[in-house]
């Protein structure tokens, strides 16, 4: 390959948007997450896999700043966020979902995301103003809900939306914040075949244009899904790679089987 040939590929490659090196969270004595290293990607879907108390829930509150991590750098498109408020990264573009939906109830499916426009467009503290002038954001909370396929449940209040039509709900008010890193705390969980496949077909819509960092269970989601794979155990790197690579590791069947066998 030729120097320019060598430029080019390495050009090519997407972009590191979200950093963290050797990031450990103490627990009085107890360390939940020891030097753990990983590199987002730009257009890409990392996921981050383990057995249950493998650390990656913790890893998630360290990267968003729902914990400060004891130890280790994190950095947000260069920018070192490890000392920041949580606040302040999803304003960066750091932008999360939680295991539990977090939608409002009471709210109907535009509202829920007509609110998580306010931020974004400068209404978030603009208590004086009438409410007609959230009318001014229904054209990008329609795009939004087309985009997630909510659009006939548009008027719906979320309380009777299904639990998979919630967690679409709740994907679509974290994409009202314009976020330019995505992650996602178990999106699947509970879930039936049917929104499964609605919602990972709608991670990789999202994915095109941001990065996305995902803790999922749903290894064939995750094998079907996902450009790279980081696995956990007892807070630590296990293994790393495509799901192809990771899943041949004997560690990794261990750690999830207790055997090596296939």
């Given at each position: 390959?030729?120097?320019?040939?060598?430029?080019?590929?390495?050009?090519?490659?997407?972009?590191?948007?979200?950093?963290?090196?050797?990031?450990?969270?103490?627990?009085?004595?107890?360390?939940?997450?020891?030097?753990?290293?990983?590199?987002?990607?730009?257009?890409?879907?990392?996921?981050?896999?383990?057995?249950?108390?493998?650390g990656?829930?913790?890893?998630?509150?360290?990267?968003?700043?729902?914990l400060?991590?004891?130890?280790?750098?994190?950095?947000?498109?260069?920018?070192?966020?490890?000392?920041?408020?949580?606040?302040?990264?999803?304003r960066?573009?750091?932008?999360?979902?939680?295991?539990?939906?977090?939608?409002?109830?009471?709210?109907?499916?535009?509202?829920?995301?007509?609110?998580?426009?306010?931020?974004?467009?400068?209404?978030?503290?603009?208590?004086?103003?009438?409410?007609?002038?959230?009318?001014?954001?229904?054209?990008?909370?329609?795009?939004?809900?087309?985009?997630?396929?909510l659009?006939?449940?548009?008027?719906?209040?979320?309380?009777?939306?299904?639990?998979?039509?919630?967690?679409?709900?709740?994907?679509?008010?974290?994409?009202?914040?314009?976020?330019?890193?995505?992650?996602?705390?178990?999106?699947?969980?509970?879930?039936?075949q049917?929104?499964?496949?609605?919602?990972?077909?709608?991670?990789?819509?999202?994915?095109?244009?941001?990065?996305?960092?995902?803790?999922?269970?749903?290894?064939?989601?995750?094998?079907?899904?996902?450009?790279?794979?980081?696995?956990?155990?007892?807070?630590?790197?296990?293994?790393?790679?495509?799901?192809?690579?990771?899943?041949?590791?004997?560690?990794?069947?261990?750690?999830?089987?207790?055997?090596?066998?296939?």
């Amino acid at each position: 390959m030729t120097q320019v040939s060598v430029e080019r590929a390495v050009s090519s490659e997407p972009r590191v948007v979200l950093s963290a090196r050797g990031i450990r969270k103490d627990f009085g004595g107890f360390s939940a997450v020891r030097n753990v290293d990983l590199d987002v990607h730009h257009a890409r879907v990392h996921a981050l896999i383990g057995p249950n108390g493998a650390g990656k829930t913790t890893v998630f509150n360290l990267l968003t700043k729902f914990l400060q991590p004891t130890a280790g750098t994190i950095l947000l498109m260069g920018q070192d966020i490890t000392r920041t408020p949580p606040d302040k990264v999803a304003r960066l573009g750091l932008v999360r979902s939680f295991q539990i939906s977090a939608v409002f109830p009471h709210l109907s499916v535009l509202d829920n995301v007509r609110v998580a426009l306010q931020r974004p467009n400068n209404l978030a503290h603009q208590f004086w103003r009438p409410v007609s002038a959230l009318d001014t954001l229904n054209r990008r909370a329609d795009e939004l809900l087309g985009l997630v396929g909510l659009t006939k449940e548009r008027d719906r209040l979320a309380a009777d939306l299904s639990y998979g039509r919630k967690r679409v709900l709740e994907i679509a008010t974290t994409l009202a914040l314009d976020p330019k890193v995505l992650l996602l705390d178990e999106p699947l969980a509970g879930m039936g075949q049917e929104d499964i496949t609605v919602v990972a077909n709608l991670i990789r819509e999202v994915a095109k244009t941001r990065a996305v960092l995902m803790v999922e269970h749903n290894l064939s989601v995750v094998a079907d899904l996902c450009h790279f794979v980081t696995v956990l155990q007892r807070g630590e790197i296990l293994a790393e790679g495509d799901y192809e690579t990771v899943s041949r590791d004997p560690r990794v069947r261990i750690a999830y089987m207790g055997t090596e066998e296939a």
